[in-house]
């Protein structure tokens, strides 16, 4: 009769559970820079305001035309004040257990939402900045992806 001894299992264990520990940490490291990276997209969707379209009052209040050739042109949003540009970042990475990683990232100005989706009661169009930006991030969230995994398993 054939026997078969097995040894190392000790130390394939704690080797595994290295790996997975690593394999965690560069999920982390993914789901933050991948945010940081998705924010600047989004900011980049955003159309510079166009010289002439500011005014300023005899009171000293500015306000800027959006009518005419000052109005946001598809599929990009024109920047007016630079509120909701400037808002627009990672809020928070959270762990979600067993290699589980999550990231918010997006504006913090409560008329975003407007500006992404559009509204019907004003009929404004939608100006899609954060799902435009995280479409034209995925080329550096692959290479980023594809860096970190490999840095951590060597």
Known sequence: MAEVIVTGIV?????LGLTKEKASLAARQFVTEGGDIIADSAKEQFRARPAGSRTVSRTGRV??????????????PTIRTGNTRNSIRRAY??????????????????????VEFGTRYIHAPAFPFMANGTRNAEDRLKALAERVFRESIE
């Open 93 to 114: 990475v959270r762990d979600l257990g067993a290699g589980k990683w999550e990231s918010g990232t997006g504006p913090s100005t409560f008329y975003a939402p407007y």
């Open 11 to 15: 130390d394939f264990e704690k080797a």
């Open 63 to 76: 306000y800027y035309k959006a009518s005419g050739p000052y109005a946001s042109k598809r599929p990009n």
